[in-house]
């Protein structure tokens, strides 16, 4: 897995200071570390009967169709309010600093089938957890959590601790 950091920079000071920024970017425009990295997050699903992959916007939308394809499954987005046109879940969860939602189709995940949710970060967890809790509103079962970065400091793992958590690239 080290090799494959080789390809995302790291930019100090983004967005704000203090802040070390890993940027995907510079992985996502180079075929061999693109297909590694899909090939990492899918690969831990495979056999797992998934239906549907949920891609949180909007870099788990880079993610989710390729492991989608990989899978068989389907592909789910996860939007910010007002960005979808049918009817809507939705879920509101905390931010540091307020609360933010996320919206999805009804009719996106049906009763009983097994929903993976792939996202490029795993920072403090509230995210994920959220889109976790709408899945399940819906009928469906969260077979597992991807994400291609985990930064372990900040023990996003702990609020996911109910569910398969994997992430390809791990920094302290």
Known sequence: MEDLKRFIREVPDFPKRGILFYDITTLLKEPVGLHW????????????????????????????????????????????????????????????????????????????????????????????AAVARMVESLGGKVVGLGFLIELNFLNGRQKLSAFDVHSVLQYQ
């Open 37 to 128: 990295a899909v090939d990492l997050l899918a690969n831990h699903y495979v056999g797992k009967a998934v239906h549907r992959v949920v891609g949180i916007e909007a870099r788990g939308f880079i993610f989710a169709p390729m492991v989608a394809y990989r899978l068989n499954a389907g592909f789910v987005p996860v939007r910010k309010p007002n960005k979808l046109p049918a009817e809507k879940a939705r879920v509101e969860y905390a931010l540091e600093y307020g609360t933010d939602a996320l919206e999805m189709h009804k009719d996106a995940v049906e009763q009983g089938q097994n929903v993976l949710i792939i996202d490029d970060l795993l920072a403090t967890g509230g995210t994920a």
